[in-house]
């Protein structure tokens, strides 16, 4: 018989992360997904109540560093041991955003907040038997990433930003 084993995803409750959570706790996984959206993160619970698997919802705006941080801690106290980390988390900016701990939204969000998770989840990551983290990122461009501007202060642009980050 399968044992259960434990999942995150950054990024849940839309899209990709969504799907993924479904297909994990449909086969009788349980599924911590991260969001910012409390109704999908409820009705993603509803779905998961009549399944064979488990979900818990986290708010979290994970483009502040705070606040990812807390959530890395609420995961570990509450998940010793994660078999799977999925990032998916990300939000297409058109106009540049700067968060309240002063960091371009989408490098905060696209790739710090996936530094942090990758490394804040090793120890529960190496408890489990076979673990996988998991970078679901754009299509691949060959953007080049502008070590000069990692915030993109000097000249924005959504698409030159997002893919910088990767």
């Known amino acids: 018989m399968r044992s259960t084993k434990t999942f995150v995803i950054t ?4 899209g990709i992360g969504a799907a993924v959570a479904r297909a994990l706790f449909s086969r009788g996984d349980h599924v911590v ?4 959206d409390p109704e999908k993160g409820d009705r993603l619970a509803r779905e998961a109540a009549a399944a064979p698997g488990g979900l818990d919802f986290v708010r979290a ?3 502040l560093v705070s606040s990812t941080r807390r959530v890395i801690g609420e995961v570990v106290e ?5 078999d799977g980390l ?5 939000y297409f900016r058109t106009h540049r955003r700067v968060t309240a701990e002063g960091f371009e939204d989408n490098f905060a969000l696209f790739y710090l907040s996936r530094v942090l998770f990758s490394y804040g989840l090793l120890d529960a990551l190496e408890k489990a038997e ?3 983290v998991v970078n679901v990122a754009g299509p691949g461009h060959d953007t080049p990433i502008d070590w000069d501007d990692l915030q993109s202060a000097e000249r924005y642009d959504g698409v030159r930003a997002m893919l910088g980050c990767r």
């Open 33 to 36: 997904v991260i969001g910012t």
């Open 130 to 132: 076979r673990p996988a």
């Open 78 to 82: 509450a998940h010793p041991a994660i």
């Open 11 to 14: 990024g849940g409750t839309d």
């Open 86 to 90: 999925v990032l998916c988390a990300r």
């Open 61 to 63: 705006d994970l483009s």
